[in-house]
């Protein structure tokens, strides 16, 4: 069973650094897209930020500038480096990833979440 394990969030104060990361394991023959969402109460899942297999990034315009997403293909990690955090990312933070387990199955998957609560 593919699965995705985030890890890194938790509490920090406004203007403060995380670092989450998310490792894929399981019958992985490749991973295509990998990105990070984040949901807070009442609101839609937003996409973050998202990197292709070669290391294209994209990112939602409130992040830019203050988060870097990275991967480690060696390790199907996905890593998501947050400075300069606001009140206003608060969220339950969800890694996504596009894998592909054999020829006729590609599939998206997603992690549990990990909370990241910026104080003010």
């Known amino acids: 069973q593919v699965q995705l394990v985030e890890s890194g969030g938790g509490l920090v104060q406004a203007g403060g650094s995380l670092r989450l990361s998310c490792a894929a394991s399981g019958p992985i023959f490749s991973i295509n897209d990998m990105g990070w969402y984040r949901q807070a109460p009442g609101k839609q899942r937003e996409l973050v930020t998202v990197?292709?297999?070669?290391?294209?990034?994209n990112y939602a315009d409130s992040v830019k500038g203050r988060f870097t997403i990275s991967r480690d293909n060696a390790k199907n990690t996905v890593y998501l480096q947050m400075n300069s955090l606001k009140p206003e990312d608060t969220a339950v933070y969800y890694c996504?990833?596009?894998?592909?387990?054999?020829?006729?199955?590609?599939?998206?998957?997603w992690g549990k979440g990990t909370l990241v609560t910026v104080s003010s």
């Open positions: 990197i292709t297999r070669g290391g294209s990034t």
């Open positions: 996504n990833a596009r894998i592909r387990a054999n020829i006729v199955s590609v599939m998206d998957y």
